[in-house]
């Protein structure tokens, strides 16, 4: 329950907050929503006697949309995704999804830049980014650069990001076709079992393009380019369905814990994935 003593900062801007990680490498660390970092601390499991609070941060939270473009900022929380109607009607999945993340008042704090930043695969956002194909944006004393979702996970805990590397916001397409994230947990607030994000086009009843990632099935977020291509060019009979489940089985890599035997995992993916392609085949 009691952290460690920690320095608080509160910079009005980025050059602020990077000068105190730069400063401080590894002993510091951002404070975003607060909602995975602060249990982390009063755990212990986490020390950081640098902790930069980047709630003051000009320009870091916001959705915007343009065309098909849409970019969110990392300090935007999860309510704020849910309570967008124009992010409803771009990228539907957004808000399917952050309604399925934690409870009400976590929503209120928790932030997308948090989520995605974490590392940790039970975070629902990382997949749903890789589902996207969304981009990350990280500026740290060298300047800004880009990274695909689907190149910044490498394991529990272990991005791209540098220790001096701050995610300013996450930008995908607006998606088109059917859309579903499906997640199968214990209960409100708990981290999935299994969670599938699926999106996917359809013409005159042919599957014309799908994507596919996996949420807590191995210690990154899993996109299975494989199991996307399995519906492609079919028109998603129960035999394309089983090849594309097939293939999502061949990219996971469940470990066992208080959510069950890895077999368990392993079936509760399959069921979540097919109901999660049927679903977005209904609204494609
Ligand atoms: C009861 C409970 C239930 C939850 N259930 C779920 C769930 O079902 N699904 C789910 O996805 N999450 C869940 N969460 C986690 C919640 O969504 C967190 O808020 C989220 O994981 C982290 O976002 P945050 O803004 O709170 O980040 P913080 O806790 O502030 O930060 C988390 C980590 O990311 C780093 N970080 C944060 N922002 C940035 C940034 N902009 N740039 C670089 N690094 C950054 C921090 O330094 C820290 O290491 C739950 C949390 C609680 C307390």
Redesign the pocket.
Known sequence: MIPAAFEYYRPKDLAGALSVLVEHGDDA????????????MKLRM?E?PHL?D?QDVEG?SGISIEGDSIRIG??T??HDIIDNAQLALAAPIMREASL????P???Y????????????P?????GLMQCLDATFT?VGPDGQRKVAARDFYEAA?MTD?EDE????AVEFNAPKGGYAYE?Q?RKI????TAAAAVLLTKENGTCTSASIAM?NLSDTPVHSEKAGAALVGTSLDDAAIKAAVDAMLGDIDPTQDNRGPIEFKRHAAAIILRRAIENAWARA
């Open positions: 660390r951002v404070l975003a929503g607060g909602h995975s970092l602060i249990p982390m986490a950081v930069i980047l870091l990392a300090m929380t999860q399925q993340i934690a409870d008042q976590v929503r704090m928790g932030t997308v830049g948090g989520n995605v930043a974490n590392g940790d039970g975070n629902d956002m990382p990280l805990y990001r590397e701050i995610l300013t997640k947990k607030g708990d981290y999935a949420t």
